[in-house]
């Protein structure tokens, strides 16, 4: 049986009258409490002790902390005594904001790299989008003319995504590879604990899905307030989706790869991986996430939807610096996207008029 004592010295005293006190009182079957010199030196810092009976490793006195710590080899862990603060920090809850004002990342580049490598992306992403994709669809024969069939369309989106997302992470590696190795919580996935109150990415991740719906739809309602007139609209996103819907399972496989792996992958890498953790170095992390939000709706180069792309940036940058995982944003980016399209695809499937819905949105 465990013989743990814990007592407080006032003043110095004679440790083996005190060893002899207490093992009159708690010592049994012949076990002994150990008292030593570390007893001793712990009396003198009028500090409490910890004394552990045969079998158990020596308490560990700790003046410096004003507490003490005791670990046992039965029950895998034995018995600790912890400071307030640390177990508030522990219990951290769902409502805790400072998790969210405090954040930041150990970025070891600044805004040379930041410039460089953002602006390097953009000038690549156009780069494929007008001139390497289009090239390697004609050497395919696919077909990408306003009559050319959906199928050929959502090939060429399979196909203009693969070179974006290749050439996005290489870029990437390539202007942060002289600070390797990177910090752990640099662009850092993980699926453990995912319900954890802290930081779990699912728990978080289903909080964000929740909050996007919110705050697309907040948006999306005050801008019809202010667009009354009935004109006419640029294209959105979704318009682009429409001209590829079809009842091909293949060209429907093609599509959700793009949207809920592809994009997700390279856009939460670039947008919340790379750029907001590099803005914390100059503002606060809530404010990096409303930066890196702008920025994320005008890469969608669509006017029409660039209010409501925000409000979803908003939402991933602040999933991302809530968790510090890359997995929270891209869970949460992957199923709104992949939403959009089931929602699509059966409206299309059942023969409705899409096209017309979304210009009537």
């Known amino acids: 049986m465990r013989t743990m004592v814990q007592t407080s010295f006032t003043e110095a005293g004679s440790t083996s009258r005190w060893a002899r006190a207490a093992n009159e009182r708690w010592g049994s079957g012949g076990s002994r409490l150990r008292v030593g010199r570390r007893a001793s030196r712990c009396a003198r810092a009028h500090v409490p002790v910890v004394v552990a009976g045969p079998g158990r490793r020596r308490g560990v006195c ?6 003490v710590r005791s670990s046992g080899r039965e029950g895998g862990g034995g018995e600790r005594a912890t400071d307030g603060g640390a177990e508030a920090a522990a219990a951290a809850g769902i409502f805790d904001l400072s998790l969210l004002l405090d954040a930041k990342w150990d970025v070891p580049w600044g805004g040379k790299v930041l410039a460089t490598g953002f602006l390097s992306w953009s000038f690549v992403f156009l780069g494929i989008g007008i001139f390497l994709a289009p090239a390697l669809a004609n050497s395919l024969h696919l077909d990408l003319a306003g009559t050319g069939s959906p199928d050929d369309k959502a090939y060429f989106l399979l196909l203009d995504q693969t070179c974006e997302l290749a050439a996005g992470l290489g870029l990437i590696w390539f202007v942060t590879r002289p600070y390797a190795p990177l910090p752990r919580d640099l662009f850092r996935f993980s699926l453990d604990r995912p319900f954890d109150r802290r930081d779990g990415w699912l728990l978080w991740g289903l909080i964000g899905i929740a909050g996007g719906v919110v705050g697309v739809g907040v948006t999306a309602y005050l801008l019809s307030l202010i667009q009354q007139d009935g004109g006419a609209q640029s294209a959105g996103t979704a318009d682009a989706v429409v001209t590829m819907l079809s009842k091909d399972p293949k060209v429907f496989l093609s599509i959700l790869t793009v949207t809920s792996l ?18 914390t170095k100059w503002m606060p992390a809530p404010a990096a996430a409303f930066v890196s939000a702008g920025l994320f709706g005008a890469a969608h180069l669509t006017t029409r939807d660039f209010a409501q792309l925000t409000a979803l940036g908003v939402v991933l940058g602040l999933s991302y610096v809530r968790t510090k995982n890359l997995a929270t944003p891209m869970l949460i980016h992957s199923f709104w996207n992949s939403g959009v399209l089931f929602a699509l695809e059966v409206l299309y499937l059942g023969g409705y008029d899409v096209t017309e819905i979304i210009k009537n949105q």
């Open 62 to 67: 700790r003046p410096d902390l004003g507490r």
């Open 262 to 279: 592809m994009a997700p992958l390279l856009e939460e890498v670039i947008f919340r991986g790379f750029l907001l953790t590099t803005l």
